[in-house]
């Protein structure tokens, strides 16, 4: 049996005149001395012995990502990897898996002995509340195996105002990697929201805007690539921290919005450019019911992003509305879709859950009816069985089919407008 380092922890045990065997002051002069045989060590040194193995771990240069060109997914298995958990969204998925294969084939361009320097690939996704950006930036994290952390940008604020400052978005990478430097270092963060930090206006601001073209400004040393000093707890709480030097060249950002009310930027500017006697012509092609997939970066900028963080994410692309045939397949087909969720948590309960046909068609239209999006299908199916989820465990059935009349009883007795994204 491997014997303790200091069986004794004890400063009573050790005479007056014994020393620190590493200090050398004596027990006098310290809080607690620490004696082994023949050995003694203080709190001090204690202390100090902690800081230098967490220092080692954090600086640690070991990597895991050794992974060679071949053996990097494809864009297409990319894709058919994120079919099997997002419904839809084929062109977000195509620009998404492109944009990540080579951005991890620039982590290898190393090995090229040639001038040519790969820029960076971050991505904007635009898309109402509920079309699956998240689920997107998150599964294809869980895919290639990187450290991957989600942002809210709401919270964020230039440095040296109440909220979070911007090196957070590197503190909570680095949490998720260990502190892992070089892991976090080729990690992929999603900043949601990044709509909500638009500037008020399209013209600069004259007062000092905080929480959005001050945010904006701050992100942009992020996004382009740069070494970031980032406190390991955080900001301003612990002033007295060691920084930890990051380097963000490698980190792909995936950036998230509604943008609500773009759509009148995209349409103003359709109109604008259509005009004399093809106007009709051209206006006759224009999908009115989706304006997003004519999305440009000028109506980012005209929504009040600053045109130095759009020119950093060049990867502009769109996530459609979903529609009715894409909500009652969320509902089902995916890997870990919302029916296949619940199913698993009966069964772990030795029991069968099954719905009825028309219950998940009610579920739809519902769903349609109040415009709830994908995440007010799973607070709908949470209604329906809430009372089943608390009496069944404390039966001995093998079996619950939830029926149209049960569902219809359940969704009637609730105010579904609280289940509303938008």
Avoid at 195 to 214: F, H, L, Q, Y
Avoid at 338 to 347: E, G, M, R
Avoid at 403 to 409: H, M, S, V
Wanted: glycine share 6%.
């Amino acid at each position: 049996m491997r014997k303790a380092l200091f069986p004794l922890v004890n400063h009573n045990m050790a005479k007056p005149n014994d020393k620190c065997s590493f200090c050398g002051r004596s027990k006098n002069e310290v809080g607690l001395m620490i004696t082994g045989e023949g050995v003694n060590i203080c709190n001090s040194c204690v202390e100090a012995a902690g800081d230098i193995l967490k220092e080692n771990r954090i600086s640690k240069s070991t990597t895991n990502f050794q992974l060679k060109q071949e053996e990097l997914p494809k864009p297409k298995e990319i894709k058919s990897y994120l079919d099997q958990y997002v419904i839809g969204q084929d062109e977000a998925k195509k620009y998404l898996s492109v944009a990540v294969y080579n951005h991890y084939k620039r982590l290898l361009q190393s090995s090229l002995n040639d001038d040519v320097e790969i820029e960076k690939s971050n991505i904007i996704l635009v898309g109402s509340t509920g079309t699956g950006k998240t689920l997107l930036a998150r599964t294809i994290a869980k895919q290639l195996h990187v450290p991957f952390t989600i942002v809210d940008a709401t919270v964020l604020t230039e440095a040296g105002y109440v909220g979070e400052d911007i090196e957070s978005i590197l503190t909570r990478l680095l949490q998720v990697a260990d502190y892992n430097v070089q892991e976090a270092e080729r990690g992929i963060v999603f900043i949601d929201e990044i709509d909500k930090i638009a500037r008020k206006g399209d013209n600069p601001s004259i007062t000092r805007d905080v929480s959005g073209e001050g945010v904006q400004q701050g992100l942009l040393k992020l996004l382009e690539g740069s070494i970031v000093n980032v406190p390991p707890q955080g900001g301003r709480k612990h002033p007295d921290q060691k920084m930890i030097p990051v380097n963000t060249q490698n980190i792909l950002f995936i950036c998230g919005g509604a943008f609500d009310g773009i759509e009148r930027k995209i349409a103003h500017r359709l109109n604008t450019r259509v005009v004399g006697y093809g106007a009709s012509k051209n206006n006759s092609q224009v999908q009115l019911d989706n304006l997003l997939q004519y999305i440009a970066p000028q109506d980012l900028k005209s929504f009040g992003l600053i045109p130095e963080i759009i020119g950093r994410l060049p990867i502009l692309t769109y996530l459609n509305p979903l529609d009715r045939d894409a909500l009652r397949k969320i509902l089902t087909e995916p890997k870990n879709s919302i029916i296949k969720q619940y199913t698993k948590l009966f069964v772990m309960d030795g029991v069968t859950l099954v719905f009825k046909e028309d219950v998940l068609e009610y579920i739809v239209d519902k769903a349609m009816e109040f415009k709830l999006g994908a995440r007010g299908l799973r607070s709908m199916v949470e209604s329906i069985i809430m009372d089943e989820m608390y009496e069944v465990p404390s039966k001995s059935i093998n079996e619950l089919t939830i029926t149209l009349d049960l569902a219809q009883t359940k969704i009637e007795k609730v105010n579904l407008s609280r289940f509303k994204t938008e």
